[in-house]
């Protein structure tokens, strides 16, 4: 067996820069046919990104994906009204965005059963041109048949539609899986089985691939192909410090546990016995999003209430373009072929806090 790591496990090492300041590095990417400033998405999860979550990710050049745990009617409501949130931040004193028949940069999400082809189809409607196929396990025969669906129906409707939309598909963990989804027409695929902190499939199945080990795989893989789907790192980032390792490998990360506190997420501020402040945050594949106490793979637990959304991403822009400084780099692109990350022991992982 081959040794498997994860973002714990390894270091960005310092390169020769000749970056004089890191306001001058851009952190702008692709995914699938979406241009984003801040390789950024906030999770599809139900605790995570509803419509204000959404609009607040998308203003500020991220990636909105709105969770599927509602009624299709509620769904559709939801994605109007973060696409009308949207407008109203950007209006806001405290930001300001020009636009020129830009594309907003919402998102939805949809199953593989029967009926949410008919999910697809109302929000599609709506002017939803960005969707997720969301499984736990994106490697399968249901994948397939709805992303040919997809593709078949936008055929039927406008020969041309197909490259107006992205579609995204996963979660994957393998050279294998990723080869596929690229075959069947994915535009992106999300990588991850059972690295975040509320997913229990590791524990409950023993199934998964360490996250960083998994990217790494899938990395080597897209170079093979001429026109690759776009990379999402989904799950087990804990700090900006890991945004910056899963970016050696993927194009953007997908972030639940370091929204779920804000103030935009879905759900109620509480006080615990301590008089401290926090939120309700669960994975997709818990029984509360599931609405059902069968056998599930995620878990819900607290997390402390941080404010406003606008403050991490801040964190997060100013902490990448310090990574990408230190590796001598000012774009993604350099990055990837240039950033080194070095294997460490557990007495480094002591010293560097991590």
């Not at 309700?280 to 106490?293: D, I």
């Not at 599930?296 to 406003?308: C, Y």
Request: aromatic share 10%.
């Amino acid at each position: 067996m081959n040794e498997a790591y994860t973002y714990n496990d390894v270091l960005i090492e310092p390169q020769y820069s000749e970056i004089f300041s890191r306001s001058g590095v851009k952190l702008n990417t692709r995914v699938g046919n979406v241009n984003l400033d801040l390789p950024v998405i906030s999770a599809n999860m139900r605790n995570v990104t509803g419509s204000k979550m959404a609009a607040t990710i998308a203003a500020r050049g991220g990636l909105g994906l709105l969770h599927r745990f509602c009624t299709i009617e509620e769904n559709v409501q939801m994605y109007i009204e973060a696409i009308n949130q949207f407008f109203d931040i950007c209006k806001g004193d405290d930001f300001k965005k020009q636009f020129n028949n830009t594309p907003i940069n919402i998102g939805v999400s949809i199953g593989v059963k029967e009926e949410e082809k008919k999910r697809f189809e109302e929000l599609y409607k709506a002017g939803a041109r960005i969707f997720c196929i969301d499984v736990a396990h994106g490697h399968h025969i249901l994948v397939k048949d709805m992303i040919k669906w997809i593709t078949g129906q936008l055929f039927q409707w406008a020969r041309g539609e197909r490259k107006k939309i992205t579609i995204i598909a996963g979660n994957i963990a393998t050279r294998e899986a990723f080869f596929d989804l690229e075959n069947w027409g994915a535009d992106a695929v999300k990588v991850g089985i059972g690295p975040s902190p509320v997913c229990r499939t590791r524990f409950n199945t023993g199934v998964g691939v360490p996250q960083l080990y998994a990217l790494n795989q899938i990395y080597n893989a897209a170079l093979e192909i001429p026109t690759p789907p776009s990379i999402i790192a989904d799950g087990g980032i804990s700090s900006v410090g890991d945004i910056a390792k899963a970016l050696k490998f993927a194009d953007v990360v997908m972030l639940g546990s370091m929204f779920a506190g804000c103030s935009e997420t879905p759900g109620n501020v509480f006080r615990n016995e301590h008089g401290e402040l926090y939120k309700v945050y669960g994975g997709s594949a818990s029984g509360e999003n599931k609405g059902e106490n069968r056998f599930v793979e995620g878990i819900i637990k607290t997390v402390r209430f941080q404010g406003h959304a606008k403050y991490i991403l801040r964190e997060i822009t100013q902490g990448l373009q310090s990574a990408f400084s230190y590796t001598g780099v000012d774009n993604i692109n350099d990055y990837h072929k240039k950033c080194k990350l070095i294997p460490i022991s557990t007495g480094a992982q002591s010293e560097s806090r991590i």
